[in-house]
């Protein structure tokens, strides 16, 4: 069973992709339990070098890379070639940190006793991804969980394949045959992979398919990312470049991110400025010069329904500039909403497009609570000259990550997780190693003489 592939710069077919279904999610599923043993029982100086030569295999391959993540995602070089290299980066922060992992206590802790923790990986790890970032978003499961010891089977977007299929073949020759397996296929596919003899299942996706997977793992340890509708707080005192900021962070990766500003919230004495400078931004952002389409046509004619059932009365749209031949692709503009409810679609749902609303607030009070009125709890930004203010306001979001005077600024290093509808579960840094570990406590008596 095949499913066919549509280039979302021209709206035309590229090609086809497999679909798996219960014999070929059996037989992935065996070949990562097969090859748990041996993986896991690695040092974690053998895994290191291990997932060190997959990223430099995924630099080596950079090219090829790039180029099937632009063919199923529609992203220009300047997005995908910067994703690839986070990518290489986050295989070596986890073949480094697996080493320097600690333990939570070991010692003489009970008199007469000796006792340690271990850290064991738990066994074969589902990995369920979007298609937004095909690549850095397996990339953000996949190598944590491959550096605590699991095994793991990936299935990318039905829409996306490409890139995890390439990574896969890299895996297999740096870390072993069946230490990761690729699985394309669709949202049956996925439903059957989660219902599958696996041990863990970390998800990626939106709230609805999130719900659907929690219920279906029952006492399996998950994790899941279900998305976001970040408020952007901007006062009156907010840095010159901070609307022309905002609208690029919406618009990369044409605001297909769960991170990205969708809510622009300021004080009423500053709103009537804040739109006009948005606006402004907006026009000078150009879907298909200065960032993608999106991705695939379920995902247009969602944006669009939002879009029409919204009571803005003001909707401002730049222009669109889409080079030969891509006419037909699944462009949309940057887009700012304004004087509308704060029940407005456009506000209380994920949007998922280059779009940001504009609400104002009576005092930073007021902000705050507009801020936290949606369900989705995952990032929020500030935007402030006087930083205790700034920090202050970031310290009360209900986010879990806020940033202040800037946007999507992300590393290894610092962690990412959601809070409410967002899901639970941490991605990036060491954080997320537990995430795919369980801790043994082993204690011994102390015997002395025969």
């Not at 990312?225 to 022309?244: I, K, Q, R, Y």
């Not at 779009?355 to 369900?375: F, H, I, K, N, R």
């Amino acid at each position: 069973m095949n499913t066919t592939l549509i280039n979302p710069r021209t709206g035309r077919d590229r090609g086809t992709a497999p679909v798996a279904r219960e014999s070929e999610v059996r037989a992935a599923v065996q070949t990562a339990r097969a090859a748990l043993p041996a993986w896991c029982g690695l040092t974690p100086k053998e895994r290191s070098r291990r997932l060190e030569r997959l990223a430099a295999l995924v630099e080596e391959h950079a090219d090829d890379y790039v180029a099937r993540e632009a063919a199923g995602t529609g992203k220009p070089a300047s997005e995908t070639t910067g994703e690839v290299a986070q990518v290489a980066d986050l295989f070596r922060f986890y073949a480094s940190a697996v080493r320097a992992q600690s333990v939570p206590a070991a010692g003489r802790l009970v008199d007469g006793h000796e006792s340690w923790v271990r850290w064991e990986p738990l066994g074969v790890v589902a990995v369920v991804v979007p298609w937004n970032y095909p690549l850095m978003m397996a990339t953000w499961r996949c190598a944590p969980a491959l550096a605590a010891g699991n095994t793991v089977v990936a299935k990318p977007a039905e829409t996306t394949p490409d890139t995890l299929a390439l990574l896969a073949e890299h895996a297999a020759e740096a870390l072993g045959p069946g230490v990761l397996t690729a699985l394309p296929g669709d949202r049956q596919t996925g439903r059957l992979l989660v219902d599958a003899h696996v041990d863990m299942v970390a998800f990626t996706g939106s709230a609805t398919a999130g719900a659907d997977v929690a219920a279906r793992v029952g006492g399996r340890r998950v994790s899941l990312e279900l998305g976001g509708n970040a408020p952007a707080l901007v006062l009156p005192d907010a840095p010159d470049d901070t609307w022309t900021q905002l609208v690029h962070a919406c618009a990369y990766n044409a605001g297909q991110s769960c991170a990205a500003p969708a809510r622009v919230i300021t004080l009423r004495e500053n709103y009537e400025e804040t739109v006009e400078r948005l606006a402004a931004a907006a026009r000078d952002c150009l879907a298909g010069r200065d960032f993608g389409p999106l991705n695939n046509p379920d995902q247009l004619a969602r944006y669009d329904g939002i879009v029409k059932s919204s009571a803005a009365g003001r909707n401002v749209a730049a222009d669109i500039a889409p080079g030969p031949g891509e006419e037909n692709g699944f462009w949309r503009p940057t887009r700012i909403l304004a004087d509308l409810p704060d029940d407005d679609p456009a506000v209380v749902e994920e949007v998922f497009g280059p779009l940001l609303t504009v609400q104002s607030a009576e005092d930073l009070d007021a902000a705050v609570t507009l801020a936290d009125g949606v369900p989705q709890a995952l990032a929020a930004s500030v935007w402030t000259r006087d930083l205790t203010t700034g920090l202050d306001l970031a310290g009360r979001l209900n986010a879990g990550e806020a940033w202040l005077n800037c946007h999507l600024v992300q590393t290894a290093e610092l962690p990412h997780g959601g809070r409410g509808a967002s899901g639970h579960g941490t991605d990036l840094s060491t954080l997320a190693l537990p995430e795919y570990q369980r801790p043994k406590t082993i204690t011994a008596r102390l015997v002395r003489g025969n």
